[in-house]
Nanobody
C-alpha cells in the first residue's frame, strides 16, 4: 500500500507565499507522474500542476508564473511553491501520483488534502 502525506497548507494574506510538500511512502517499484489538484467549495477538483518522472511540467493557466512544481526523486517527494497568492487560490489542495507496483501495474493515489486559505 502507498500513502501520500501532504503538509504546508495554512492561512496566508493575499500576495503571500506557501510551499506544499507531499511525501510518498510504502512499498512500490517507482513513481511516475506526480501532481497537485485543488478543490474549492462547491467546485470540481482541478489540476493545478503536474510533473513527470523526468521533470517535465505543466500548469493550469491560472497559476502560470506564480506556482512552481518540483520533485525530489531521492526523497519521493513533490513540492508546490505558491507565490503571489490570491483569494481565488483558496481551496483544499490534493497530491496525486501514479505509482508502479513491483509486479508492473500502475495505480493512482491521492493524498488526504491540505487546506490553503488566502485572506486578509
Amino acid at each position: 500500500q502507498v500513502q501520500l502525506v501532504e503538509s504546508g497548507g495554512g492561512l496566508v494574506q493575499p500576495g503571500g507565499a506557501l510551499r506544499l510538500s507531499c511525501a510518498a511512502s510504502g512499498s512500490y517499484f517507482s513513481i511516475n507522474g506526480m501532481g497537485w489538484y485543488r478543490q474549492a467549495p462547491g467546485k470540481q477538483r482541478d489540476l493545478v500542476a503536474a510533473i513527470s518522472s523526468g521533470g517535465s511540467t505543466n500548469y493550469a493557466d491560472s497559476v502560470k508564473g506564480r506556482f512552481t512544481i518540483s520533485r525530489d526523486n531521492a526523497k519521493n517527494t513533490v513540492y508546490l511553491q505558491m507565490n503571489g497568492l490570491k483569494p481565488e487560490d483558496t481551496a483544499v489542495y490534493y497530491c496525486n501520483a501514479d505509482v508502479r507496483a513491483h509486479w508492473g501495474s500502475v495505480y493512482n493515489y491521492w493524498g488526504q488534502g491540505t487546506q490553503v486559505t488566502v485572506s486578509s
